[in-house]
């Protein structure tokens, strides 16, 4: 008897099953690595890609002849036998909606014809899936990075505020303290009492000095924490900053609010909207070299709304908001982030020549905060 050696159905079926089953784990496998390579804190994103590009070319059907490349913005990362393939197949790595790079994997040489040219229908999903992995790992690596340097530079601020407050008590009210106390010790130390004109000069200088440490200290304590904020309400406090800018640059500046005397805006979104207000009040005074501001503060369920507009000299959004964070000046990003955090949207219209419009939308809840 010879025995058959053509397989039976059974058999063929079972080699299947095993040959679908070992690429399977492939592909887990694959997805798995990457997976562990993410969580290295000590690889930078570079470092992941690099080792996801290794990873991905020994999970393809052919492992001996396949070559990965992962391109993300201008870099380039790929599998060390990386040249023109004979076939390939890719997918783009999106993020938020944004196509920002693309994974491509191709065989060396010629190889059987399968689903996709010689790559498997799994094949095609396992690329889009690792497509997809990658995408949430660069998202999840630059939002890491982004608070890392958000973080460092909200260190510096608070230094920077500090050495402020710093030089300003020493500076300003340390110095009026110090010379009212030397006027007053002149007086407790004469042997004899001093002319009264004398006398009346020394405790005249003395009482301004302290009436100047005492403004010098209200308009700090103001600067930190507005009371009127707390006191009168948001309107009201937007309408006193308004003026208090306007007498001291000599810009004309337009306020008017609309619908908030019938509402009652929490603390925390009553102190954003004023930080917000004070920042563009501060730009465009600073930077603007305009001759009017209009500042308007409107509630309009469901969003409280601010608007500040003006008709200074203008900039570009797109070139100077990258350029201001390289320069740690952070003042156009804390006002999006406390916009951001009230769950809202800054937006910022600005070209040379034609001045700037801030618009501040902020969701009003039912408890007005």
Known sequence: MHANATPTPDVAEHARTL????????ELDCLYEITRLSQRQELALAGILAGACSVAARAWQY???ACVRLSLGGQTFATPNWRRPVARQESAIVIGGETVGRIEVGYLDKRPPADEGPFLREERHLLDALAEHLGRIIASRRAEERLRRLSQELIKAQETERQRIARELHDDVGQHLSLARMGLERLLAAKEPLPDADSGEVLRDSSARLGAAIASLRNLAGDLLPPVLDRLGLAEAAAALCRDTAARTGL???FSADGLERLAVGFDTSLAVYRVLQ???ANACRHGRGTRIVARLVASHPLLLLRVADDGQGFDPEARLPEALCE????LWSMGERVRLLGGRLTIRSRPGHGTRIKAEIPLTEEGS
């Open 19 to 26: 040959a679908a089953l070992r690429e399977r784990v492939k």
């Open 63 to 65: 492992p001996e002849t």
């Open 252 to 254: 004309t500046v337009d």
């Open 279 to 281: 920042e563009a009040l």
């Open 328 to 331: 740690k000046r952070m003042g």
